[in-house]
C-alpha cells in the first residue's frame, strides 16, 4: 500500500513539472509576439455618424422632377402646390400616398452614411452605379437643377441604397424610402379605380378558367353548385369573402378601347371571375353634410383575368378598363381547396330560421312546424333584450298538434352535431331516414343510407361525400317517439 501511494505522488509531480514547462513557453512566446512591430492599420473610409442633409426646399421651389425608374420609359412630373402632375395628361391622376411619397423625396435629400469617395478610386460598379439602377433630376423655380443617381442595395444590417448626388465625391446610403420614390413606371403611379365588393350583397360566385366553381349564397349559408352540389363550410366561406372584399387592382393602365386584348390574353381570357348582387340602395353624402339615397338593382360584375403583365402581375379587364392585378391577389380563387371548404355540420339551421322540419323513416313520418311570435308585456309593449334585440317565443307543433318547445329543441340540438366521420369510398346503399329542413326561402334534404354494417353515407341534397355512424340513425328516429313531456 505505502509503495502505490508513493508512485502516485511521483506520478503527480512529473504532471506539475510538464505543467510549468508549458506556462513558461507560453509566456515565451507572448513576450516575442509583443515585441514584434505592429503591422500599419489600412486606410479606411468610416461611415458618417450623423445623417448628411444634402437638399432641403418647398414645395413652391421646385418645377418638376424628371425620373427614370430603371424599368418602363423615362418621365417627367410637374409639381405644382404640392401636387404633381403629368403635363401631356392633364386627366392623369396619382394615387395620393406616392404623390406624398415623391414629393417628400425631392423636398429634402438626406443621405443616412457615407461609404466611400470616388476620388478613392473605388468602382462605382460596385456600387450598383456604374449605370445606376435609377435616377431623378429635380428642376428648382431658379433655373438651377440636381440630379439623383441611384444604385444597389448595401448588403448590410440597415438595407440602404448607395446613391450619388450631383457632382458630390462621396457614396451615400440612402433610405428604402428614396428608392420606392424613384423606382416606379408611370403606369403604378396612376390612381387606381377599385372595385367596392361588399360580401353581405352578394348572392352568387362563379369562377371559370384555370379554376371551376360557382357557389350560390341561401339562408343556410353558402351552397357549392359546382363541381359538386353540397353545401359549405361557414368559416371557410368567412375567409373567402373577406378576401373577396379586400380584392384590389395593382394598376390602372387606362381604357381597353382599341387596346390590342389578344396581346393581354384578354380575348381569351384565362379565368372569368362573374359576381352577383342582390338588390341594394346606396347612400352618398354631399359635400354639405346631406346624405342622398339611390336604388342600385341585381346586377352582375365581370372580371376578366388574361396573361402576364410581368413577373408578378397578370392583366386584368374590369368595366371597360385595363388593369393588371397581383398573384397574389388571386390566389385566394385559384387555391380554393375543396376537400377542406365543404359543410361538416349538414343541420347547421338555426332555430330561429327553421320554419319547418320533416323526419321519415321505414317506422313512419313526422313534420314539425315552427312559428316565432314577439313577446309583450300585458300591457301588449314589445320587450326587448339588454341590448335592444327583440325577444321572441318560439311554437311548434307535431303534425298540427301543439308540442312542447323545449322538447323540440332538446331533440334538435342533438341533431344539430351530426357530423360525418370520414370520406365514402363506396357507393350508398338503400336510403333509411330523410330529414328535411325548411327555412323562408330554402330547403334542404339530409339523408342517411346503408354503407356497410356499421356506417351511414350521408348525403346532402342528392350528394354522398361522407359517411357517419350507424348510431345517428337512432336519434333520427327519437323525433318519431318522443313525447311533448319537455326536455330529454
Known amino acids: 500500500m505505502t509503495e502505490l501511494r508513493r508512485k502516485k505522488r511521483f506520478r503527480w509531480k512529473r504532471v506539475y513539472s510538464l505543467l510549468l514547462s508549458l506556462l513558461l513557453l507560453a509566456a ?7 515585441l514584434r512591430r505592429a503591422p500599419e492599420p489600412r486606410e479606411v473610409h468610416p461611415a458618417a455618424e450623423e445623417a448628411v442633409l444634402l437638399f432641403q426646399a418647398v414645395p413652391e421651389d421646385l418645377v418638376s422632377v424628371q425620373i427614370a425608374p430603371g424599368t418602363g420609359e423615362a418621365y417627367t412630373l410637374r409639381i405644382s402646390g404640392g401636387t404633381l402632375t403629368l403635363p401631356e395628361d392633364p386627366d392623369f391622376t396619382l394615387r395620393p400616398a406616392l404623390n406624398q411619397l415623391i414629393l417628400d423625396n425631392c423636398l429634402t435629400v438626406r443621405a443616412e452614411t ?21 435616377s431623378a433630376r429635380i428642376t428648382c423655380a431658379d433655373g438651377t437643377e440636381h440630379r439623383i443617381r441611384i444604385g444597389a442595395q448595401a448588403a448590410s444590417d440597415i438595407p440602404y441604397y448607395y446613391f450619388l448626388w450631383d457632382d458630390d465625391d462621396r457614396i451615400f446610403g440612402g433610405s428604402t424610402d428614396m428608392a420606392d420614390a424613384f423606382s416606379c413606371d408611370l403606369a403604378f403611379l396612376r390612381a387606381v379605380p377599385q372595385p367596392a365588393i361588399r360580401a353581405d350583397l352578394l348572392s352568387a360566385i362563379r369562377l371559370e378558367g384555370e379554376a371551376d366553381y360557382s357557389f350560390r349564397c341561401t339562408d343556410a349559408g353558402w351552397q357549392m353548385l359546382s363541381p359538386v352540389n353540397y353545401p359549405l363550410n361557414p368559416d371557410r366561406m368567412e375567409g373567402y369573402l373577406e378576401n373577396l372584399e379586400g380584392f384590389a387592382f395593382s394598376r390602372y393602365l387606362g381604357s381597353a378601347e382599341g387596346a390590342d386584348l389578344a396581346a393581354a390574353g384578354l380575348s381569351e381570357p384565362a379565368m372569368t371571375l362573374t359576381l352577383s348582387f342582390v ?3 346606396l347612400t352618398v353624402p354631399d359635400t354639405q353634410g346631406a346624405t342622398h339615397t339611390f336604388p342600385v338593382d341585381a346586377h352582375e360584375e365581370v372580371f376578366l383575368i388574361g396573361g402576364r403583365y410581368d413577373s408578378q402581375n397578370r392583366w386584368a379587364l ?15 380563387l385559384t387555391a380554393f381547396d375543396l376537400s377542406n371548404s365543404l359543410l361538416m355540420y349538414p343541420v347547421n339551421f338555426e332555430p330561429a330560421a327553421l320554419r319547418a322540419l320533416t323526419v321519415r323513416t321505414a317506422e313512419g313520418r313526422v313534420r314539425f312546424e315552427l312559428v ?17 334585440e327583440t325577444l321572441w317565443d318560439l311554437h311548434v307543433t307535431r303534425d298540427g298538434k301543439a308540442f312542447d318547445s ?20 363506396v357507393p350508398e346503399g338503400e336510403t333509411l331516414a330523410w330529414i328535411t329542413l325548411e327555412s323562408a326561402g330554402f330547403t334542404r334534404v339530409v339523408t342517411l ?40
Open 114 to 134: 457615407v461609404y466611400a469617395r470616388i476620388s478613392d478610386g473605388v468602382p462605382l460598379s460596385a456600387f450598383g452605379l456604374s449605370p445606376e439602377a435609377m
Open 28 to 34: 515565451a512566446a507572448c513576450g516575442f509576439l509583443l
Open 372 to 388: 316565432l311570435t314577439e313577446q309583450t308585456d300585458e300591457k301588449g309593449t314589445l320587450l326587448t333584450g339588454e341590448e335592444g
Open 279 to 281: 338588390p341594394s340602395v
Open 406 to 425: 323545449d322538447a323540440f329543441l332538446s331533440l334538435y340540438n342533438r341533431l344539430r352535431r351530426l357530423a360525418p366521420e370520414g370520406t365514402l369510398t
Open 449 to 488: 343510407s346503408r354503407a356497410d354494417a356499421m356506417h351511414l353515407a350521408l348525403g346532402i341534397d342528392g350528394t354522398c361525400l361522407f359517411y357517419c355512424a350507424e348510431s345517428w340513425l337512432d336519434v333520427v328516429r327519437s323525433f318519431l317517439t318522443q313525447d311533448d313531456s319537455g326536455p330529454l
Open 318 to 332: 374590369y368595366r371597360g378598363g385595363l388593369y393588371t392585378v397581383t398573384d397574389f391577389r388571386l390566389s385566394f
